[in-house]
């Protein structure tokens, strides 16, 4: 019996990183990102072709270090064309594993639909011994085939694991279990493509975000400033007279900062730069007004968002206002 016209249609972007790399030497550490093309990685997972009929498009080739707002605008335009064509019943998308969750809640807030929308990536390259991106491509494209994962925003597949886009982190330099989702933990397990789903994420994303479609023109600059013991103001200073128009606060614990920084994000708020305290700590929620005095500095608070997940939420929320409680409640609603 024929099924090909049974298998839903994925359209899968490829954009690089080491799920498509190869090794520059017979020893297995160095690698170039991004070497082969998706055909290739397709071409060596052949189980694939009975989850879906994949249409394939290579819209980047890069290390995912060099992941930025020109890229990121390509990828949401054909993801976004891809999502509202009828016939495709989601996306898949390859990427380094570097940036990746930084690429996967952008796409969770700039994607209008309900279909589902895939990252996946490898910690180890294509050619090297027991590489992990042929399962985790076969899982990814499983995810995506699967209606149950409809309307539960952008998700990251790797390790045999399903997480959100906006819970999910890199935490490891190397290990295949590097992607953890510290505070409110995995979407789900997925084993040989078989999926277990534990729960819907609770942010608001793609179909209902304010900020899907993508609106062109281009997004503020917004840095991030990391704390640290003996840290000074001159780098926040800095950064405002490179004009940011945003500075996240790597901040030590609950999102402090010796005083010294902290006069420098009190000054920089005062002259209408939107600063937002997130933590190094790698886990947990920044809370408002515990050792620092939001409300009279006119700061927010990143509540569970890292670093650098703050920073595209804010570079996205600074399009819409540049003041500080409206700010704050974009926080607390994506
Ligand atoms: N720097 C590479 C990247 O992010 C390596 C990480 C990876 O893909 O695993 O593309």
């Keep these: ?33 991004g070497a082969f093309s998706i055909a290739d990685l397709v071409a060596a997972v052949p189980q694939i072709a009975a989850l879906a009929e994949l249409t394939v498009e290579q819209v980047a080739r890069i290390g995912s270090q060099d992941m930025n707002e020109g890229v ?19 996306v898949v998308i390859t990427h380094g594993t570097d940036t990746m969750e930084e690429t996967g809640y952008f796409l969770n ?31 990814a494209v499983a995810v995506a085939a699967a209606p149950e994962s409809a309307g539960r925003g952008v998700l990251v597949v790797a390790n045999d694991e399903i997480h959100f886009a906006r819970e999910v982190a890199k935490t490891n330099t190397t290990q295949v279990g590097t992607f953890k989702s510290p505070n409110r933990g995995l979407a789900g397990l997925i ?27 281009g997004l503020p600059r917004v840095d991030i400033v990391y704390a640290h013991a003996g840290m000074g103001r001159e780098l926040i200073d800095a950064a405002v007279s490179a004009g940011a128009r945003g500075v996240v ?51 927010v608070s990143a509540e569970e968002l890292n670093p650098q997940k703050a920073r595209v939420l804010l570079m996205l929320g600074l399009g819409r206002t540049r003041e500080a409680g409206a700010l704050q409640e974009l926080f607390r609603v994506y």
Aim: aromatic letters at 4%; proline letters at 5%; a positive charge.
């Design 249 to 299: 606060i790597a901040g030590v614990g609950d999102g402090n900062m010796p005083a010294a920084a902290l006069a420098a994000c009190t000054a920089a708020a005062r002259a209408g730069v939107a600063v937002v305290r997130s933590s190094r700590t790698g886990g947990g929620l920044v809370e408002r007004n515990i050792e620092v005095d939001d409300d009279a500095a006119g700061f």
């Design 191 to 217: 084993h040989s493509g078989r999926l277990h789903y534990f729960g819907p994420t609770v942010r608001r994303h793609t179909a209902a975000s304010e900020f899907a479609p993508l609106a062109a023109g």
């Design 72 to 90: 990121w605008r390509q990828l949401a335009g054909r993801a976004q064309a891809a999502l509202d064509d009828p016939g495709i019943a989601g």
């Design 109 to 139: 807030l700039v994607l209008k639909t309900a279909k589902p929308v895939v990252l996946v990536g490898a910690m180890r390259p294509a050619t090297a011994i027991s590489a992990d991106g042929p399962m985790n491509l076969y899982n």
């Design 1 to 33: 019996m024929n099924n090909s016209n049974l298998r839903p249609r994925l359209r899968l972007l490829a954009t690089g990183g080491t799920i498509a790399g190869a090794q520059t030497s017979g020893d297995g550490r160095g690698y170039t990102a």
